[in-house]
């Protein structure tokens, strides 16, 4: 790395230098475009990722502050702090928020459990192994709209779907003809969104932490069994230490995900019996109602709440970064 | 906890016998797992290939005769409705996008990598920022920039976001590929006077290749899955699949073999590349986004 003094104090001085003079400032020419040659493999995606991401972000501030409801388009004006006024009390919006936290919550970290208990099981050598992780990932691998209108009408559905029917076949087998027979998408309705999301996310960090298994050094563990380590001890004080960090980067992965998912709310529920969250939410004032301002100026409540979120959750990715061995 | 010395491990004895026997145990357990967790998606299968009638019982009927119906109706036979358009919209938008991602995320990787820009954690961090910011709060400005220059409705239009979508865990997991490339390399190919183009073809890219499919792949499972975006921003011409797939049930009542015969197909090129490649899955994944 260079040292900034000398690159800025004798501007004056290189210029006056003629082409191909004095041996420092030549050296500072091929430094500078050395600095050069370093950064430009960047600006391509910095300057597509600011203009595609970020300008729409400072658009959406300025709509938050303008009354704008495209089916009233003469009635458009300065708002002032009005849209935030009505998010602010507006019971829905407030509901959404609870329940997109409550929803990530629920999805991640059981989804991570479960994950968890996969990969440790898969970890070990037995048969068929290869096929069982292949089963596995599938759930992650069909497309989410079509895993949520599975689970919605072949799997949940109250009159014909699996979960009924398998009811209804096993107390069959016992000569009763009056199964329960739960409408389960109106008596559980989050539930219901957050086992088909949990089925779906189970897989994502099955890999990532299966990856992490595998990347353990065995001879540390064939040492520590050799010592009469019990299996816990080895999974407590080895294993898991090991597997913090891919512990991390699985339920930052899978926040960033679930707290942005639309596919399952809108089409299990439509977003119906308090299973809103804030995608949806967005969606509706801005889709249905027709309300710019407004919805701009939820768009910019959740992006405040999310730098919250992203500020607290990169100091854990800061964690990720910190043994990184820089070049 | 036992501090005793190992029993020492012959075949036959209890110790080796009891692990064998958990070992065993454990390994029916994961095998339960992986067909419970399986059996919506074979069901799904199973579904599709029965007639309307077989498909919406109760009990289940498993063992119905198996019918193509739902198959024919999906490729638009009874309907009218040809899937085509949307399955190509899909995969034009996913593999342009996903090339794009590997044009723009490839050099940038290389520069957080390989050769460190000042606070180089500082600008990964941005990245990786953009992609915590709910892109549905930039759907509106978005929208309207799309409705005034005509490109409402166009898969460009979704090709642009679906980058942006995946720049981010594109730069991510390809910089950590890209930290396996020795430095005495790279050295060895500046000596001979190589510039970065011949650089990044000729070294970095095929010690850094089983990343990029990874890379590639995710990418192209976002966006073949995306739905939000989709919705929003087109209709009937640049629709992809996804939408059509949300279209087959609010036209005209559910007709569940046809829904989950759409939805096989649909699943089907994301599923039979992620078959292919879970081992370089398992790696970008992980190691790619940890190390």
């Known amino acids: ?327 | 906890m036992n501090r005793t010395p190992p029993a020492p491990r012959r075949p036959g004895s209890p110790a080796a016998r009891r692990r064998r026997r958990t070992g065993s145990l454990l390994g029916l357990a994961a095998w339960l797992c992986g067909i419970g967790f399986f059996l919506p998606v074979a069901w799904m299968v199973l579904t599709s290939f029965h007639s309307e009638t077989d498909a919406a019982t109760n009990p289940p009927s498993v063992g119905a005769g198996l019918s193509l119906h739902g198959y024919r109706e999906f490729f638009g036979e009874g309907s009218g409705v040809s899937p085509w358009p949307p399955l190509i919209n899909s995969l034009t938008a996913s593999v342009v996008a996903t090339l794009l991602v590997l044009l723009l995320a490839v050099p940038a990787a290389y520069a957080l990598a390989i050769k460190p820009v000042r606070k180089w954690s500082d600008v990964l961090f941005f990245f990786l920022s953009t992609k915590m910011l709910p892109l549905v709060a930039g759907l509106l400005p978005i929208y309207l920039v799309a409705q005034n220059t005509g490109m409402l409705d166009s898969i460009w239009l979704l090709v642009l976001l679906y980058t942006s979508m995946n720049l981010p865990i594109a730069v991510w997991m390809m910089r950590s590929f890209l930290a396996e490339v020795p430095v005495e390399m790279l050295e060895a190919a500046s000596i001979d006077g190589a510039g970065l183009t011949t650089t990044l073809t000729r070294i970095v890219a095929p010690v850094a290749m089983p990343g990029i499919a990874a890379t590639a792949l995710i990418s192209f499972i976002f966006s073949w899955n995306e739905l939000l975006f989709a919705r929003v921003l087109t209709g009937i011409v640049a629709g992809t699949s996804p939408v059509f797939l949300t279209g087959l049930v609010t036209s005209q009542g559910l007709f569940l073999a046809k829904v989950c015969a759409a939805a096989t197909v649909i699943s089907l090129p994301v599923i039979v590349a992620g078959f292919a490649a879970q081992d370089k899955l398992v790696q970008g994944l992980s190691l790619g986004a940890v190390k």
């Open chain 1, 1 to 327: 790395m260079p040292i900034r003094t000398t690159e800025t104090a004798p501007a004056a001085g290189v210029r006056a230098v003629p082409r191909g003079g004095s041996p420092a400032a030549r050296a500072r020419r091929t430094e500078r475009a050395k600095n050069w040659a370093r950064r430009a493999p960047l600006l391509p995606a910095l300057v597509f990722l600011i203009i595609v991401t970020q300008l729409p972000f400072v658009a959406t501030v300025v709509i938050s502050f303008t009354r704008w409801n495209a089916l009233a388009p003469e009635n458009r004006g300065f708002a002032a702090l009005d849209n935030y006024r009505a998010v602010f009390t507006d019971p829905a919006m407030r509901a959404s928020v609870g329940t997109t936290v409550l929803l990530t919550v629920t999805v991640v970290l059981v989804s991570l459990l479960l994950g968890l208990v996969l990969a440790l099981l898969l970890d070990r050598g037995f048969r068929g192994r290869g096929i069982v992780r292949t089963l596995l990932i599938t759930p992650f691998l069909v497309v989410p709209v079509a895993s949520a209108l599975l689970w919605k009408h072949a799997l949940y559905n109250a009159s014909y779907g699996l979960l009924n029917g398998s009811l209804t076949w096993i107390w069959r087998l016992f000569g009763s003809d009056d199964p329960p027979q739960p409408d389960w998408m109106t008596d559980s309705p989050l539930a219901a969104v957050e086992v088909s999301l949990i089925w779906q996310w189970t897989p994502f960090m099955m890999l990532i932490l299966l990856a992490g298994l595998q990347s353990r050094a065995t001879d540390a563990i064939e040492a520590a069994r050799m010592d009469g380590a019990s299996a816990f001890d080895i999974f407590r004080y080895l294993t898991l230490p090991h597997l913090r960090r891919y512990l991390e980067l699985a339920a930052l992965l899978g926040t960033v995900y679930v707290v942005q998912n639309f596919d399952a709310v809108f089409t299990i529920t439509s977003g119906g019996l308090g299973t809103a969250n804030l995608p949806y939410t967005i969606y509706q004032t801005f889709y249905q109602a027709h309300d710019y301002g407004r919805a701009s100026a939820q768009g910019v409540v959740v992006v405040l709440c999310s730098l919250l979120v992203a500020t607290f959750a990169l100091r854990t990715v800061s964690s990720l970064l910190r043994e990184e061995v820089t070049r």
